[in-house]
């Protein structure tokens, strides 16, 4: 009498009546997943094309020669570094530079610091009118800049702190959007963190220091970059209240070296491509940092 195969011995049998032969397997994958991919990469790069067109044409002609800028102005038919050379003399961007640099890490540095210690009493404290608090404050979010600036400018005049770097700095010195950025990564972290170093008798200030920030780390860096870009690009504060020229940002040295140039337009494309290479280079270092900062708690295993 025949006996019925064992369970191990039909598996195989089983597996493979549900396998793919691989003809079929390429034509029920291969070709659709072909199609979308290639559908991808031209759309993106019909976008990068979009956004780096107006990169393109302002290095061809920072790299042109003043008499060649209007002549075939999106091809590099001419070479000259001597552009970049006047650009940085006669527009004293070493000075803006520097004056921009002082004030975004200035900025940079306390806005992390007090979105840290307004994310974490907003996030692991318990104290009366919390919430009301936090929507107070994330509402100034919807207040433009443009709202506050008369305000803004009589406080700093009346501290008489026009043309200098607090001037700059000072209104910015804090952020909403940190608050709520820090705030709910903080909330993401075990309660049972907290609890336990206070068994052990760590403070706030330790707890924060020694387990909090390192695991936030990632938002962190992000939130910094942010802040450094932002700060790095400011232009309407700065041309309020500077009205002196060693206390000008390069953005204000911008404007300035294209109203002195008018018959000149390399030299502030030239100018504008060195004010730019700051930024790149941090986008560059830091662009890991930004990826996990704006992926960190997206995923949940």
């Known amino acids: 009498m025949a006996t019925e195969p064992s369970t191990a011995a039909r598996r195989p049998k089983q597996a493979n009546a549900h396998a793919l032969s691989p003809a079929r397997a390429r034509r029920h994958f291969d070709q659709p997943v072909g199609w979308r991919l290639a559908a991808r990469y031209a ?20 790299f042109k020669p003043g008499d060649k800028v209007f002549r075939n102005p999106l091809v590099p038919d001419a070479f000259t570094l001597d552009v970049f050379s006047s650009a940085w003399s006669s527009g004293n961007l070493a000075q803006y530079l520097l ?65 200098t770097y607090q001037g700059l700095a000072v209104p910015f010195l804090a952020t909403a959007f940190g608050t709520f950025l820090v705030r709910q990564v903080f909330m993401t972290l075990p309660r049972d963190l907290r609890d336990a170093a206070a068994i052990d008798g760590v403070g706030h200030l330790g707890f924060l220091r020694h387990v909090a920030v390192p695991l936030v780390r990632p938002t962190l860096g992000a939130l910094a970059l942010f802040s450094f870009l932002s700060s790095w690009n ?9 009205n002196e020229d060693d206390r000008n940002t390069v953005q204000s040295g911008l404007r300035l070296l294209s109203k002195s140039n008018l018959d000149e337009p390399n030299l502030v494309m030239a100018g504008t491509v060195i004010a730019a290479i700051p930024i790149a280079v941090v986008l560059i270092v830091f662009q890991r940092q930004l990826v996990r900062g704006l992926t960190a708690g997206a995923v949940k295993g």
Do not use: H, M, R
């Not at 759309?43 to 990068?48: E, R």
């Not at 200035?106 to 992390?112: G, L, R, S, Y």
């Open 43 to 62: 759309l993106l790069v019909a976008i990068s094309a979009i956004v780096l067109f107006p990169v393109y044409t302002t290095v061809v002609a920072a």
């Open 99 to 163: 004056n921009s640099l002082i004030v975004a890490v200035v900025v940079t540095t306390a806005q992390v610091v007090t979105s840290v210690l307004s994310g974490y009493a907003f996030a692991l404290l318990d104290f009366p009118g919390k919430n009301v608090c936090f929507a107070l404050f994330v509402a100034t979010l919807l207040v433009p800049l443009e709202a506050t600036l008369v305000v803004n400018f009589d406080t700093i005049d009346s501290l008489g702190w026009i043309n």
């Open 234 to 242: 400011q232009y309407l504060w700065p041309n309020l209240v500077i």
